[in-house]
Nanobody, 123 residues
Framework: QLQLVESGGGLVQPGGSLRLSCAAS????????IGWFRQAPGKEREGVSC????????NYADSVKGRFTISRDNAKNTVYLQMNSLKPEDTAVYYC????????????????WGQGTQVTVSS
């Protein structure tokens, strides 16, 4: 079965860092753009960041620019989201998703989704 699995979430203090991983099983990520999304309680799912299949193009939500960095290691079939200077407003379930498109905004353009990993930023 084609799956994406997120890991690396947890509880961290404000100002701390976490690195999320998105690993594929059953398929290679080489041909997919990978997006990170998050959903906080009572809020809509929002795009956080995306990286093109080649890694040559990235984008970030304004709320995370300068703090988060997306990267990929196709040899490891894994995409990462390095999150620094975390704020309580970053608390959410984080999902990765794969698309054959060029980092589309619409969530229904993503073919595969992970189960999500909880990130909680609190003192």
């Amino acid at each position: 079965q084609l799956q994406l699995v997120e890991s690396g979430g947890g509880l961290v203090q404000p100002g701390g860092s976490l690195r999320l991983s998105c690993a594929a099983s059953g398929f290679t990520l080489d041909y997919y753009a990978i997006g990170w999304f998050r959903q906080a309680p009572g809020k809509e799912r929002e795009g956080v960041s995306c990286i093109s299949s080649s890694g040559g193009s990235t984008n970030y939500a304004d709320s995370v620019k300068g703090r988060f960095t997306i990267s990929r290691d196709n040899a490891k079939n894994t995409v990462y989201l390095q999150m620094n200077s975390l704020k309580p407003e970053d608390t959410a379930v984080y999902y990765c998703a794969a698309s054959t498109g060029l980092c589309p905004v619409a969530t229904d353009e993503y073919d595969y989704w992970g189960q999500g990993t909880q990130v909680t930023v609190s003192s």
